[in-house]
C-alpha cells in the first residue's frame, strides 16, 4: 500500500497529468484517479480524458483544471453561453442532458449510500420538459460597468458580478426588461449599489412571470427609501413592457447577503401576480415561494400526490407551504389540509389562494415549522399525510421529532438538497419509518440542483 506522503511526493502543484474523468461530484466537478489519489477538475465531462494541471494538493485529494483535452467524452457537447462558466449559474452546459439526468440520479444514489446509510431503490431522474428558458423567477444583482448599471450572476464563491444580458435560463423577455431596466435607470441618474462601501441605489433587479397568464412582476430592490424618477421609469418600462402588470420598489438598507428587505411599496398596478399550479390559482407577491419551473413542478406535485395516497378521510400537514400550492392540489380529495409556513407575507398568499379555490377545508398556521408542530400536538390535532418540503438545509433533529410524534401514517419527504434529504429519510428511519422508492426531479436543468421525493410508511400502520 501507498503512502499519502509516497503519493504527496509525486504530484505537486502546477504539475501537468493525463487522466481520465470517471465520475461527477455533488459539486459539479468530475472526478478522476492519479495513483490512487482523487482528483477533482471542474467542467469536465464523464469520459474525458485530458491533460490536467494541478492546482492544489491536499492530503487525501487534489484540483486541477484542464490544460489540453486530448479525448473529449462522447457526451461533451459545445457551451453555448458566453457567461458559462464565469457567472456560476449552471455547471453542466458542456454535457449533453441525458448525461446530466445521470449525474443528478448518481448525486441522489451517493447521498442515500454514503451519507444516509440507506439502501433504498433510486427511479431514474424525471426529467424536465425543457432544459431552457424555463425559471419563472430571476434576480439579477446589478453592478456598475463603465459608469452604467448592468445586471449579471455572481461568480463562484464570490461576490463578483459576471455581466449576463442573456441568461438562457430566463425566458428572453425577462433579460430584455432587465437591460431596459438598467439603461433606463442609468439614464435617470440612479446608481448601483457598491456592496464594499455601502453605498448606491440599485441592489437587485427582481422578474417574476406568470405561466398562466404571461403577465410580470418587476420588482427594484433598492438601498433607500425609492429612487430619482420612479414616475417616469413607470411610464417608459410600461410603454415597453405591456405585459408587466405591477411595478413595486422593495427597500433593503441593511448590511446583508439577503437580497429582499421587510418593506414593499407598489408604484404600478396592484402588487401581486397570479398564476395556476396543478389548477391551483395562485397570488404571487415578491415575498412569495412559488417553483421556479412550472412544467417540472407539475411533475413532481403530481409524484407527490401519488406517493401521499391521501383520501376522503385524511388531514394533510403541509409543512413549509409557501403559497400553498402542494397542499391545496390535494385539498379537493381529501377532509383537511394544515399547511405551515414561517413568512407571514406567504401566508397571506396562501390564505387567499384557498379562498379563491373555495377550499374552506385548508388551515394556515404562520410560524416556524418547530413550533407549529409542537402546536398541532398540543391540540392533539390527528395528521394522517404530512407532506414536508424544508429548504436546502432541510429540518432540525427537533423538528423531526415534533413530526414523528404527530404520528402521521405517511410522509413524503421532499427535498433540493440530496445531502439532507439523505440526512432527514435515515432520521425517520431511525424513528420507525421505513423509506421507500426514491424519484429524482429535475427542477433545475443545467445547474447542479436536483429535486428528490420519497414516501415513508409508519411501522405502526399498514395501508389497506
Given at each position: 500500500m501507498r503512502l499519502i506522503s509516497d503519493i504527496l511526493s509525486i504530484m505537486e502543484k502546477n504539475e501537468i497529468i493525463n487522466l481520465k474523468i470517471e465520475s461527477i461530484s455533488s459539486d459539479g466537478n468530475g472526478v478522476g484517479h492519479h495513483d490512487g489519489m482523487a482528483v477533482f477538475v471542474p467542467f469536465s465531462a464523464p469520459g474525458d480524458?485530458?491533460?490536467?494541471?494541478?492546482?492544489?494538493?491536499?492530503?487525501?485529494?487534489?484540483?486541477?483544471?484542464?490544460?489540453?483535452?486530448?479525448?473529449?467524452?462522447?457526451?461533451?457537447?459545445?457551451?453555448?453561453?458566453?457567461?458559462?462558466?464565469?457567472?456560476?449559474?449552471?455547471?453542466?452546459?458542456?454535457?449533453?442532458?441525458?448525461?446530466?439526468?445521470?449525474?443528478?440520479?448518481?448525486?441522489?444514489?451517493?447521498?442515500?449510500?454514503?451519507?444516509?446509510?440507506?439502501?433504498?431503490?433510486?427511479?431514474?431522474?424525471?426529467?424536465?420538459?425543457?432544459?431552457?428558458?424555463?425559471?419563472?423567477?430571476?434576480?439579477?444583482?446589478?453592478?456598475?460597468?463603465?459608469?452604467?448599471?448592468?445586471?449579471?450572476?455572481?461568480?463562484?464563491?464570490?461576490?463578483?458580478?459576471?455581466?449576463?444580458?442573456?441568461?438562457?435560463?430566463?425566458?428572453?423577455?425577462?433579460?430584455?426588461?432587465?437591460?431596459?431596466?438598467?439603461?433606463?435607470?442609468?439614464?435617470?441618474?440612479?446608481?448601483a449599489y457598491d456592496e464594499a462601501a455601502q453605498k448606491g441605489e440599485l441592489r437587485h433587479i427582481f422578474v417574476r412571470t406568470s405561466n398562466a397568464t404571461g403577465r410580470i412582476m418587476l420588482c427594484l430592490v433598492v438601498n433607500a427609501q425609492g429612487f430619482r424618477g420612479e414616475q417616469r421609469f413607470v411610464r417608459e418600462i410600461a410603454e415597453l413592457y405591456p405585459e408587466i402588470e405591477t411595478v413595486v420598489v422593495n427597500i433593503n438598507q441593511k448590511n446583508?447577503?439577503?437580497?429582499?428587505?421587510?418593506?414593499?411599496?407598489?408604484?404600478?398596478?396592484?402588487?401581486?401576480?397570479?398564476?395556476?399550479?396543478?389548477?391551483?390559482?395562485?397570488?404571487?407577491?415578491?415575498?412569495?415561494?412559488?417553483?421556479?419551473?412550472?412544467?417540472?413542478?407539475?411533475?413532481?406535485?403530481?409524484?407527490?400526490s401519488e406517493l401521499a395516497g391521501a383520501g376522503r378521510d385524511d388531514t394533510v400537514l403541509d409543512m413549509y407551504c409557501g403559497a400553498g400550492t402542494i397542499g391545496l392540489s390535494l385539498a379537493k380529495s381529501v377532509k383537511k389540509v394544515i399547511g405551515v409556513e414561517i413568512v407571514p407575507d406567504t401566508v397571506k398568499d396562501a390564505c387567499y389562494n384557498a379562498q379563491t379555490m373555495q377550499a374552506h377545508n385548508c388551515e394556515f398556521i404562520a410560524a416556524d415549522a418547530l413550533l407549529a408542530a409542537r402546536q398541532l400536538i398540543a391540540r392533539k390535532e390527528k395528521i394522517d399525510v404530512a407532506v414536508v418540503d424544508p429548504p436546502r438545509k432541510g429540518c432540525s433533529p427537533e423538528t423531526l421529532d415534533a413530526l414523528v410524534s404527530l404520528s402521521p401514517k405517511r410522509i413524503v419527504m421532499v427535498s433540493c438538497n440530496p445531502a439532507t434529504f439523505a440526512r432527514d429519510l435515515a432520521y425517520l428511519a431511525g424513528a420507525g419509518y421505513t423509506p421507500g422508492d426514491v424519484w429524482p426531479v429535475d427542477m433545475f436543468p443545467r445547474t447542479k440542483h436536483v429535486e428528490a421525493v420519497c414516501v415513508l410508511k409508519s411501522c405502526n400502520f399498514k395501508d389497506k
Open positions: 480524458i485530458a491533460d490536467i494541471k494541478i492546482v492544489k494538493v491536499l492530503n487525501r485529494y487534489a484540483f486541477g483544471i484542464i490544460d489540453t483535452l486530448t479525448q473529449p467524452s462522447a457526451s461533451r457537447i459545445e457551451n453555448d453561453c458566453d457567461a458559462f462558466p464565469k457567472c456560476g449559474g449552471c455547471a453542466f452546459r458542456h454535457i449533453d442532458y441525458p448525461t446530466e439526468l445521470a449525474v443528478k440520479h448518481d448525486f441522489v444514489t451517493s447521498a442515500l449510500k454514503h451519507i444516509g446509510n440507506l439502501d433504498v431503490e433510486v427511479h431514474e431522474t424525471l426529467s424536465a420538459q425543457c432544459a431552457e428558458r424555463y425559471r419563472n423567477k430571476v434576480q439579477f444583482p446589478v453592478f456598475n460597468n463603465g459608469g452604467k448599471l448592468d445586471i449579471g450572476f455572481f461568480a463562484p464563491r464570490s461576490h463578483r458580478v459576471v455581466s449576463a444580458r442573456d441568461c438562457r435560463l430566463q425566458p428572453k423577455i425577462v433579460n430584455k426588461i432587465a437591460v431596459d431596466v438598467c439603461r433606463i435607470l442609468s439614464e435617470l441618474g440612479v446608481t446583508t447577503n439577503v437580497i429582499l428587505g421587510d418593506s414593499v411599496r407598489v408604484i404600478h398596478g396592484c402588487g401581486y401576480l397570479s398564476d395556476e399550479l396543478c389548477g391551483v390559482a395562485a397570488r404571487l407577491s415578491p415575498f412569495s415561494f412559488f417553483q421556479i419551473n412550472h412544467a417540472a413542478a407539475e411533475i413532481l406535485y403530481h409524484k407527490i
